[in-house]
């Protein structure tokens, strides 16, 4: 055992490690683009409904953060994001279940479940990069985190579209004409595409959680990096609704996650609304992330030495406001495009937003990441209005709700981050 551990302490670094366990986000979390327009079709949803898949994984996000910093507390970071994966795994074994009985509600359990070890991951990992250096170039760490995650969102569309809808065309327009047992016996054998890289993914997972239990990964005090430089003005904060950067900043977070999820999750559908064949548009939430991985790039190469954190936010929330308006003015395969260019306005938001956010936290700092990661369930919520709209009206109508989140965005970007006034009273 022991040199088992040497071997993994020789090959690992935190940045490494680190950067591993961005991956593995990017790669579950962008799996639900294609789960959508897949369960859609093989348990028969409206948008609706195909929607809850986003928010049954990021609402755990909403109900387990505070409870995975009170663990943190606990455990220590390595061992809670051991337990994070362990989590994430018993999540995927969940899909195996719903697969073979083809319901959707085990399928929405399983994505709750692998929600509540990502928000655990995320409490841990986030913090983590942002005061691993300097506070300043705390955005170009993350965006470097963000290329670990966009590689694994551009290839896990890919590879689970490649598996599960392979031929969804010709299902579609076969199951339309079937009798009702002809039709559950090709729906079912389309539900089991997805139970070889669901066992594939949850034994990834448990190994990925005994290489970080054994890692060299150190703890660190997140409170004492963090701390408010002024003592005096620290030892008079009683309470987390004491900061109001921070405070605006989940707000922020809320909306920013949801605009980023609909910009995933919907342009398949979007792209089939438009008359893009599956064959096609299976593809297509694999543009929106590369865009990310181009922003990405970007922040790298100018954080901070030639652009600023808070800069560089609001020359997202601008490009978010153009790439949105030109998708709603524009027709068929451009409009698709604009809609994958969000990714490159959503980008640098994430990376932005969370050290604006919680710096001078101080004694706070683990309750205030646990509010942030709370506020990622805003890509449960948003979504699901987009779909509710989408149903009423048309999917492209529908992509209106983002023009409002990202004037938000502009807001923060210039004025709410500066707010350092009490919003309570003692007494």
């Known amino acids: 055992m022991n040199r088992f551990k040497n071997f993994l302490n020789n090959i690992s670094s935190p940045i490494v490690i680190i950067g591993t366990l961005f991956f593995v986000f990017g790669f579950i979390t962008w799996l639900s683009a294609v789960l959508v327009p897949y369960l859609k079709i093989a348990c028969e949803l409206n948008n609706f409904q195909s929607y809850l898949v986003a928010f049954s994984f990021y609402i755990a996000y909403f109900f387990m953060s505070v409870p995975s ?27 195996v279940p719903a697969a073979l009985t083809r319901t959707y509600w085990l399928f929405l359990t399983g994505l709750f479940i692998q929600g509540a070890g990502m928000a655990l991951l995320q409490t841990a990992s986030n913090p983590y990069v ?8 705390a955005a170009k760490r993350i965006s470097i985190m963000g290329i670990c995650n966009g590689v694994a969102g551009v290839l896990a569309p890919a590879i689970l579209g490649f598996v599960t809808l392979k031929g969804a065309d010709e299902i579609v327009e076969k199951v339309a004409t079937m009798s009702l047992q002809e039709k559950n016996l090709q729906l079912d054998a389309l539900a089991s595409r997805v139970i070889i ?29 963090n701390a408010i430089v002024d003592e005096e003005e620290s030892n008079k904060k009683t309470s987390i609704f004491q900061f109001p950067h ?28 438009l008359k893009i064949p599956i064959a096609t548009a299976k593809f297509f939430s694999s543009f929106t992330i590369f865009a990310m991985l181009v922003g990405y790039l970007i922040g790298i190469g100018t954080i901070p030495k030639y652009l600023k954190q808070k800069n560089a936010l609001v ?12 998708a709603l003015l524009t027709h068929g395969f451009t409009s698709v495009m604009f809609i994958a260019l969000l990714g490159l306005a959503n980008s640098l938001m994430w990376p932005s937003i969370w050290p604006l956010a919680i710096t001078e936290l101080g004694r706070f700092t683990k309750i205030g990441s646990s509010m942030m990661v709370m506020a990622i369930s805003g890509a449960a919520v948003l979504p699901l209005l987009y779909g509710r709209i989408a149903d009423i009206s048309t999917p492209k109508t529908a992509y209106w709700i983002v023009i409002p ?3 938000w965005v502009f807001y923060y970007a210039t004025h709410g981050h500066k707010i350092r006034v009490k919003v309570v009273n003692n007494k």
Request: no cysteine; hydrophobic share 55%.
């Open 405 to 407: 989140i990202y004037l």
């Open 315 to 326: 020359v997202s929330s601008i490009l978010g406001l153009i790439f949105a308006s030109m």
């Open 197 to 225: 890289p669901y066992i594939l993914i949850m034994v990834s997972l448990l190994i990925l959680a005994v290489f970080l239990y054994y890692s060299n990964l150190p703890d660190i005090d997140a409170d004492k990096e």
């Open 69 to 95: 910093g009170w663990l943190l507390e606990y455990t220590g970071y390595k061992k809670g994001m051991t337990t994070g994966l362990v989590i994430m795994a018993v999540g995927s074994l969940v899909f």
């Open 246 to 273: 921070l405070l605006l900043g989940v707000f922020t977070i809320f909306l920013y996650t949801g605009v980023e999820v609909i910009a995933g999750n919907t342009i398949i559908s979007y792209g089939v609304y």
């Open 130 to 137: 942002t005061i691993i250096g300097p506070i300043e170039s």
